[in-house]
Structures are given as C-alpha cells and as structure tokens.
C-alpha cells in the first residue's frame, strides 16, 4: 500500500473525464496516494493480480464501464504471499502461550517435505499461476521467482515453527477466527492455515507409525487416481473455492492436493487430541459467539465502502471478495464476507447451538453481554437465509430440551421421533406441490437441460421426448452416446423399469430427498454432469479435486463455478462410493462409540444434516469445525448431565 | 544485439530497415501475416505481443526479450533478500548443532 508513486504531486482526483491519465499513467500513482486524494470520490476497486513487483500496490490503469470508475490496483504473487503471511504469523503471535510446551519433532524434515510438496503445487497448477503472474513459469532453472516462492514459504513455516509448539495447545480456541480470516493467499490457490497443517501433520506421520501405514495406503490410492487420468485438464477456476481446490488435473496436482489433504487431517486431529480434553467450554464459547459477531462486523463494514472491501479482503484472506452491497444474492441470501451464504448460515446457526448447549451443560446463565453476541449471530443467521441451517437448529434444541427434561422412555422416544418427522410432515401435508414420480422426473428433467441433446427430434407439437417423460427414450437414441453423463444415464434407467417391479428405486429415493430441501435442480445437474467410470465411481479422482468432474464430461454447464450443492456428492466425486462408505462407517462408529454423549451426537447430527445439502465442506473453514466436531466426544461429558 | 534479434525474431535481411524505422518515430507497424507472433517481455514483467519481424526486433533492439524468467531482475533483487534471511534464520540453529558437535568431540576426547 505504501509503494510510493513515481510523480506524488500528480495524482489527479478521478472522474470521468480524467480517467485516462490512469489509463496512460500505468503503475505511476501509488495506491495510498491514490487514496488520500479520492477519499470522496466515487469509485470501484479491483485487483489485478499478474502485476511486476515494481507495480505492487500501485495504480494500473482504470476504466469507465456501466456508469462506473473502476480502478485497478496491482498485486503481485511473491509480495502477496510475503505481506499476507506476515501479518497472519502477527496475529497467529498474539495467541497466548501455553505453560505446557507441546514438541514437534523433525522440525526442519517436516519443512522440507513441505516445501518440496509446494513446488509440487506449483509445477502442476501453471495455467492458474499464469495467470495470476506475468512471468511466471515452471521451469526450475534460474527461475528466482519460483526460488523466492519458496524461500518465502521456508521463512513463513520456520517462524510458525518457532511460534506453534507453545501455542498449540490453544490452537483450539482460535478455530471459530478462521470464519473471520479465512487465510486465503490473493493470487495464489494456496491457504496459510492448510501449509500450517500440512506442516504439523508430516511432523506427526514421522514419529507415528500408523499414520505412516495411512500415508502408504493413501499413496497407494494416489497411484490409481492418477493411473485414471485419461486426458490432463490444464485450468479450472477455483473462484470462491480458492486455496482448498485443485485447478488442474494431472498427476502433480493430484498427488500433491491427495497428500497434503492427509496431512492436513492428521495435523488438525492432533491438535483436536492434545487440546478438546483440556479445553475450557466457555472461552471457546465465547469465542465462538465473538467469531460470529466479527463476521457481521466485517460483512456491514465491507459493504459500505470499495475500499474497506478491498482491505477486508486481502488482510482476511477472503476466497473472494466481500459483498459489495447489502442486496442479498439472488433475491435471497447475503453471504457478506463469506464465500458462501450457506456455509455462514450453518456457522452462525452452529454458533447458536453451541452456546445454548454450553450454557445449559455448565448450568450458567448468559450474561448480557453474551445475550447481545448471540442476538448478533441471529442477525447474521437471519440475513444469510439458510432455511435448513434455522430448522436443522430448531430440531436439534428441540430434541436437546427433550432429552434434558423427559426422563420417562415410553414418552422420550415417541417424542424424538415426533420431532424429527414434524418437519416433513409438515411439509408434506402444506407445501410439496410434486408426488413422488413428478420429483423424480423433476430432477432428471434438470439432468437433461444442462445435458448437450439439441439433435433430439420435436413432434407436431414442439415438444421433445423429454418434455413428454419419454426419458428411456433419449438414451436408446443412437446419438445420446456420449452426451448423456453415465450417472443420469443409470438413473433414467433406474426410473425406467421401477414401475415393474415396484420396488422403490434409487431415482426416486434421491429426488423424494432433493424435492423437500429445493435440490431438484442442483442435484439434477449434478447428475447431469456426473459421468465417472466404473473405476471413478468405485474410488473417485482425488482428494478435492473437482476438475476431472467439471470437465471430463461436456455439458452446458461447464462454465461458472457450480458446485454438487451437496457435501456428500463432493466427496462422491474426491473419494467414489468405496470412499464415501468408509467414511460414513468411520462416522458412524464415532457415534457409536460415544452413543451416550448427547450433546456429541446431537451436534454433529446438526452438522451431517446441513452436510446434504450444502458444499460446506468444500471451504477449509468448515471443513476443520466438522472434524473438530468428529473429535469433540470429550468437550463435553455426558455424566455430568445425568 | 543483433544476434539477440536473430535469436528470438528469427533470422531476415530485413536488419538495415531498423535504422530507419529508429529515426521515425511516426512509423506504423504493418502486421505480416507470415510472421508467427511473439510475446515479448521487459524488465518490469510487462508483456507485449509483436506482431513482424521488423516490429519483434524494434523491440528486442529496445532491452524487450522472450525468455520471461531473464527478465526478473526484481525477483532476482527479492530472492538474494530471502537468502539473507533465510541465513539469518538458519545460522543460529547450525551454530546450536556446531556447539553441539564440538562438545560431543570434546566429551569423547576427556
């Protein structure tokens, strides 16, 4: 920001009709001039990322465009990541110190490994960085900026390294922050907090031998992702998903995202293992609730000036930028700083839950304070709209006060189940217009519309074999081969003989679920565009990777981020069925494990319920809170209720 | 320079022209649609496309180059600022396995 301008006494105060001596002054004025002199000025700010170093932080060029001054002002990949890193280490240093010093072994090993992971990374994503960076390039002779890349990834994780071991123990504490600075890298698909966790998880793998066996087998997995790749996909836009998704698919970038993922995972477990038994249930409350507070803060104060959009974003570390206006999404959703209006709303909802099961397990009344933080997370659950999030909650507290008050069993379980079919019968009985036969062909009508089915033949009436539910129909045509996704294709077969043997079937089960939660549609192009293998539908692509998904079948609706809108198709496309049925299983018998912990149960039914229809666990913020929550069996206990 | 022009415009006896062109600097570059364009670099990162022989080596003539990784001088200035601090950061932990080292040696020798 502070790069200073070349003529510091020339910077014009801009309008429309001075704009072009932005245009023709290109990486003259410097941003913070350029500020002091516009601090009324009517302005939009956008970054532009592939800038020299020389012009970071420096106005390059503007444009008038739909009645609008645009000014962009330049980033660079090297300084990004020195600046970015270096303030979050400032506020990582702020965590107080833990008396007790928990070790990390091979320090220096881990940060190798680390390192030679990232130049991984960045060999196998050069669409994205290109991108992103003017002279960037793969090649690792005499390439400083490459070198520089990774010196700076040494110093940042050699600092950490200094600063975690004392901290980690209340590591824990700061997980609900990650929701206010999601730790995002500007142009680069990287995040500070997944290269912090790879760190730590490749120190733990070296000194315990079952992760090493885990590491062997997920190599074994990464062998056969990458013995599927047909065709290398160069570039998928991450947009909102940034720093925890793949932007290509070839063998690099899949053995990289596969590893590091499992890293990640042992790391934030360990940290789950050595710090939730200690843990104090009302500072983490607390800081759940002022978490939530900050990202309302942040979301109204982005939105009322480009500027302060501009800094919340880069020093947040945003997956995208902040929105710009209070008009909610699509008529419905304000996602505010967020990547995803649904993700936030589950958060916020979460934030709730947590502190009404916190307050009722410590018996403590919530002070006034507490009271104005939590109203403040209902603000922001109310203005992010996520109508699953509130009732998924209200069933949840509902099914807490039952389990709380009602000591009689003849009278508890009929009443736990009255609560969770409420809902839908609710719904059922007053607002589904569709049967089930209409949901299912709902859904596989969505599958047909993003499908490429132009050469399909119209009757006198103009209408095709799709309009008339002659599904069967599209896929015997000599020229559906090809066009139709093998996922649609199974379901329209599925559909198509059911009624003979009356056995409901997969089609109908999966639209029944999707029509209630408004998924028809998304739902419906995901089967549209779901065209694995016998071999991808059995283990997946890879650990977040949705490249291969998005291209690897051509449809209409190949451009634009859309996502499965459902966490379990996510990891249905990463994992395949195999990987989808051993993480469930892994779930399950956490649950049966701590089949008496109520308030462990409860909250992670919460979560899993959101899980089906949201992409929650495709942002790394939710997706550390889920496997927090997987591990939280000894935050609370259950025989202190009792 | 002139072998720098031949090796990233490609060979043409159309070298003398460039003297010319130098002196005026109203000339306007005619697109030779036998000409495989080229993107060329400057010291700043900044790209531009040309689109002749005539016009890559007017530039080329200029400092402009094709190889992208030459032309960061300001990467260059920024790594040689790293490893000084990646020495930094390194130099107490060699000295602390040095100590280490030589009192071992010092213990085995007593």
Known sequence: ????????????????????????????????????????????????????????????????????????????????????????????????????????????????????LLLLHFVSEESFYNMNSKIYSSSLKDNFQLYSLLLTFFIVLKLFSILVETRINNIIYYLPILFVFPGTYNSSNLNVIYICLIFIGISIMLRKNVYKILVIINLIITYLWISFINEDILYFDVDKLKGFSSSSYNQNSIFYW?????????????????????????????????????????????????????????????????????????????????????????????????????????????????????????????????????????????????FLNVQSKNIKYPLYILTILIFPIIYFSFFNSYDFDESSRKMIKEGFNVS???????????????????????????????????????????????????????????????????????????????????????????????????FGHASKANFGLILPHSSIFSYLIFFG????????????????LNKNNTYFILLNVYFLINLLKSDSLLYLNSFLLFIMLLNSNNLFKYSRVE | MDSDIFKICGESDLLPELEKIQSDPNFVFEPDPNFNPITLFNEIGDTIMVNSWIECANYVNGGWVNNIVETGNYERNLFFGLSILTCVLLIPEILKYLNRFLNRKKEKTS
């Open chain 1, 1 to 116: 920001m502070i790069n200073s301008s070349e003529n510091l006494d020339n910077v014009p105060t801009i309008n429309n009709e001075n704009i072009g001596e932005f245009e023709s002054n290109v990486c003259e004025f410097s941003f913070f001039e350029f500020l002091s002199k516009n601090l009324n000025s009517s302005y939009s700010l956008q970054l532009d990322n592939p800038s020299s170093i020389n012009c970071f932080a420096k106005i390059n060029s503007a444009d008038y465009l739909n009645d609008k001054n645009i000014v962009y002002v330049g980033t660079n990949l090297n300084v990004d990541i020195i600046i970015q890193s270096l303030f979050w280490l400032l506020l990582f240093s702020i965590i107080p110190k833990d008396k007790k010093i928990s070790k990390l072994n091979f320090k220096n090993s881990s940060i190798f490994v680390t390192l030679l």
């Open chain 1, 577 to 592: 069925i195999l990987g989808l049925v051993v993480l469930i299983g892994l779930i399950f018998s956490k649950f049966y």
């Open chain 1, 258 to 402: 596969s590893m590091s993922f499992l890293f990640v995972i042992f790391g934030f477990v360990y940290i789950c293992k050595i710090s939730l038994k200690n843990v104090e249930l009302n500072k983490l409350k607390i800081n759940f609730l002022a978490s939530g507070v900050l990202v309302v803060f942040f979301s109204l104060i982005s939105a009322v000036s480009p500027v302060i959009n501009f800094f919340t974003y880069y020093y947040l570390g945003l997956n995208k930028t902040a929105s710009k206006t209070f008009d909610p999404v699509a008529g419905n959703a304000w996602r505010g700083i967020s990547s995803s209006a649904e993700a936030i709303g589950e958060f916020y909802a979460f934030v709730i839950l947590f502190t009404i099961f916190t307050s009722v397990y410590k018996k403590m009344k919530l002070s006034p304070l507490e009271i104005c933080l939590l109203l403040i997370n209902i603000y922001g659950l109310y203005k992010s709209n996520n109508f699953a999030a509130m009732t998924s909650m209200l069933i949840v507290i509902l099914l807490f006060f039952i």
């Open chain 1, 452 to 550: 490429n089915v132009e050469y399909l033949d119209k009757n006198e009436f103009g209408r095709t074999p799709i309009d008339d539910n002659r599904f069967y129909e599209v896929i015997l045509n000599s020229d559906s081969e090809g066009k139709i996704s093998t996922s649609l294709n199974y379901l329209v077969e599925e559909y198509h003989f059911s009624e003979r043997n009356g056995i409901p079937n997969i089609t109908t089960i999966i639209s029944s679920i999707a029509t209630p939660i408004n998924r028809s549609e998304k739902w419906g192009i995901f089967f549209g565009k779901y065209n694995p293998s016998f071999n991808t539908f059995l283990i997946g692509t890879g650990s977040i990777n949705l490249t291969h998904y998005y």
